[in-house]
């Protein structure tokens, strides 16, 4: 097939190497903090603050010079310019890195650090600085509805339709940088295997490894840019 249609799902392990934290590493953010304290609705009910803070602290590290998208981020973006059958990349990541390297044809599924949402008037808008419960909003001027633009667990992740769709017409499916722990993301593997070619690359064998058809592992900066070679050889 000359150009497959390409679904590419990515996690926070393709960011690891640009200087921000996975969440399931033994240095993860999981390991330092709680989900029910700082990504849950409740939490976010129950202490606004500490739920800001949390984020907040998250944003302006992403504002730091030092944070840039690494080979693997950049890799994908060529991909994305060069491939003239369907792409799209679903992150799991609400960083940027993905968006700076010039990626186009991209979905975030949990949400995006640098906007903020009114829960008053359900506005969206760019936020690359700190929020608290007393921003007001842009759009309807209320105060105290401003929450980080992200997806929490026990929240649906964002475009699922179109990612369902995606996923019905893909030909190959890659998972990089994910540890396949958490759903719905997690199960797109399973959805597509028997119709899909599969692929793997991760720093290790994920938690769904066992579900695709290939792996290659290894860090992303070296998996990604010789797998993106590949696929644009025609491989
Ligand atoms: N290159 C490739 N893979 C790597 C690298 C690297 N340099 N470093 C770590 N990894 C792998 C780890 O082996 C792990 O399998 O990246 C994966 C990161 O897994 P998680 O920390 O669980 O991150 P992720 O899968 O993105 O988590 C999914 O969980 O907490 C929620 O909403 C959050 O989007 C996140 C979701």
Request: hydrophobic share 45%; charged share 20%; glycine share 8%.
């Amino acid at each position: 097939m000359a150009h497959p249609s390409l679904v590419i799902l990515t996690g926070a392990g393709i960011s690891r190497e640009s200087g921000l934290a996975t969440f399931r590493d033994a240095d993860g953010i999981w390991a330092k903090v709680r989900i029910e304290d700082v990504a849950t609705p409740e939490a976010f009910a129950r202490d606004p603050a500490r739920v800001h803070a949390f984020y907040n602290a998250r944003r302006a590290q992403l504002r730091d010079p030092a944070i840039r998208p690494n080979a693997a981020h950049r890799a994908l973006a060529e991909l994305d310019a060069a491939w003239p059958g369907e792409l799209l990349l679903v992150t799991q990541n609400v960083d940027d890195l993905h968006d700076r390297a010039g990626s186009r044809r991209l979905l975030h599924m949990h949400g995006e650090l640098m906007r903020a949402r009114c829960m008053t008037c359900e506005a969206v808008h760019p936020w690359p600085d700190d929020l608290s419960t007393a921003t007001t909003c842009p759009a309807c001027g209320q105060a105290g509805g401003m929450r980080p633009h992200v997806v929490w667990f026990g929240e649906m992740p964002l475009d699922m339709a179109r990612i369902g769709a995606a996923l019905d017409r893909c030909d190959l499916f890659v998972a990089i940088g994910t540890s396949g722990q958490v759903y719905p993301a997690a199960g797109f593997v399973a959805e597509v295997a028997g119709r899909a070619r599969t692929v793997e690359l991760n720093l290790e064998p994920s938690a769904v490894a066992s579900d695709f058809d290939e792996a290659l592992h290894g860090p992303a900066t070296e998996t990604v840019p010789s797998f993106v070679a590949r696929l644009l050889a025609g491989a």
